[in-house]
C-alpha cells in the first residue's frame, strides 16, 4: 500500500473524528511535509482540501437524505457553526445546504469520492544518493502555487529568465528551482533562483535567502520536464517510505543538468530532497541506501589532518597542476574508458577539484566531496558543487558506477582501514570500479608542516591486494609513479 493509500484509509476510518495534516501524518508514520508533498504530488490537490470536500460530500448526502438538522450535519462535519459550514458549502457546490435539503437530491453537484490509487503502477527510479550540502544563498523570483495551479510554474521560469543576467556573483550559472514545504491547504512557494556567492544589487522583484546545510536523499529525472510529477510521486509514495528516512520541513532543490535543454524540457533534473538528521542509531540498508547513527566524535588523527587541510587549501591547490600526468592521468584514463555511457562517480577527497575536472571531460559525472570546508568554497568559487564528507566517519551515499580516492586514503588509520574499503564497496554498484592512491612503504607516522599535522600511513604494495579482497573487490589494473613518495595506483572492482 503506498503513502497516500494509507492516508485515504486514514481519512475514510477517521472521518467523523478531528483530523489535520500533522494528525493524519503521523498516523501514517511521516512528517507532515513528506505527506503534503506525497498527496499533492499523487493526487494533485492538497490533504486538507480532500478532507473538506470529502466531509461536504457527506454532509451533502445526508441532507439530501433528509437529515432535519443543519447544524448537525455541519458539526458531523467538523464546522464549529452553521455560518461556517454554510459558507464552505457554498464555496463547494454553489448552493446552499438549505437547498439541497429542501431538494432531496445530489444531483448537479461535484461531489468527492473516495480515491482509489491502488492500482497505481509506481515509476521505476534509480537509488537516490546521500549527500550532504553546505548553506547555500540564492537569488530568484518567488511565486506562491497549489498543486492544482503547478502548471504555471513554467511561466514563472520565463518570467524570471530576464533578471538571469543582471544577477551578479553567480556560484554556479545553471538556475535551480527551489520548492518551500506546502502548507496545510496544499499552498507552497516556488523559487526560479541562481545560487550566489555573495548578495549585490538585486532586483526589487527578486527575493534573496539562504538554505541552511542539509543532507539529501538526491534522485534522478530523466524524462521530459512535463512528467516531473510523477518522478516526485514515486519518490513520496514509495521510494523514500521504503528507505526509512524522514524528510525535513526544508526546500526542495531541482538542479537542472548540463544537458538541459528549455527550449524542448529534455535533458534532466536531479530532485534533492531534504532529510531529517538520524538519532536512532539505525544502520539498516535498503534500496542502496544507508541510515546513519549520529556522527560520533572524530579520532584525534582524522580531526587534525583535515584541520591542517583547513589551513593550507588554497596553497595546495596553487602547488598541484590541474592537469593530470603520469600515472595518475593513466588512472583517470583507465577508468573512465571502462564505465558505460552516462556513469556516475563518488569522488571522496575532492581537493581544489583538478581530478574532477578531467573525469568530466572525459565524459563521467562526478559528485564531489571533501570533508575540508576550505577545498568546499575553493570550489565553490569555481562554480562547483562539492558536499561534505569525511570518509572516516561518515557513511557514503551511493550506490555509483565509481568511487574516486586519490591522495586520500593515506591519511586513513591503519585500524580503520578496512572498514572504510567495506564502505567502499557498499558504495559501489556490484561491478562497479573503485580507483584509488597509496603511498607505498612502511610504518606509520606523522607529516608536519608550517600549515599543521598530516597523519601518514604507508603500506606495502604486496599488503593491499589481500586487503581489496577482504573487502570485496578485485584489482584490474595498477601502476606506479615515483616523485615525491613512491605511489601505487590501481582500479579494483567490486565482485
Known sequence: MSLVDKAIWVIERNSSRELGLEA??????VSRSHLANAFGATAGLSVVKYLRGRRLSEAARSLAGGAPDILTVALDAGYASHE???RAFRDRFGVTPEHVRDARSVDGLALVGPLDLVARTPRALDPPRLLRQDALRVVGLAETHTFESAIRIPAQWQRFMPYYDVIAAKADPIPLGVTRAPDD??????VCAVEVKAIGDVPKELVVFEIAACRYAVFEH??????????????WNDALPASGLRVADAPILERHHETFDPRTGEGGLSLWIPLADWT???????????????RPAPTDANRRTIEGYEVCARDYAAAVDPQPSGAGEAALRHIASALPPGARALEIGSGPGWDADFLEALGVAVDRTDAAAAFRAFQAERGRVVASLDVVEDALPGPYDA????????????????????????????RGLFLASMREGEGEDWEHGESGDYRLVLWPAEA???RLVAAGFE????????GNGDWLYFVARRR
Open 24 to 29: 493524519i501524518a503521523q498516523a501514517c508514520g
Open 84 to 86: 461556517a459550514f454554510t
Open 185 to 190: 491547504e496544499g499552498r507552497f512557494e516556488y
Open 222 to 235: 530523466r524524462g521530459h520536464v512535463s512528467t516531473i510529477h510523477d518522478t516526485y510521486a514515486a519518490i
Open 280 to 294: 536512532n542509531g539505525s544502520n539498516q540498508t535498503e534500496h542502496g541506501m544507508t541510515s546513519t547513527p549520529v
Open 403 to 430: 568511487v574516486v580516492a586519490l591522495c586520500v586514503l593515506q591519511h586513513v588509520e591503519r585500524a580503520r582501514f578496512d572498514g572504510v574499503l567495506r564502505k567502499i564497496a557498499g558504495a559501489l554498484h556490484p
Open 464 to 466: 593491499l591486494p589481500a
Open 475 to 482: 584489482v584490474e589494473w595498477e601502476a606506479r609513479h615515483r
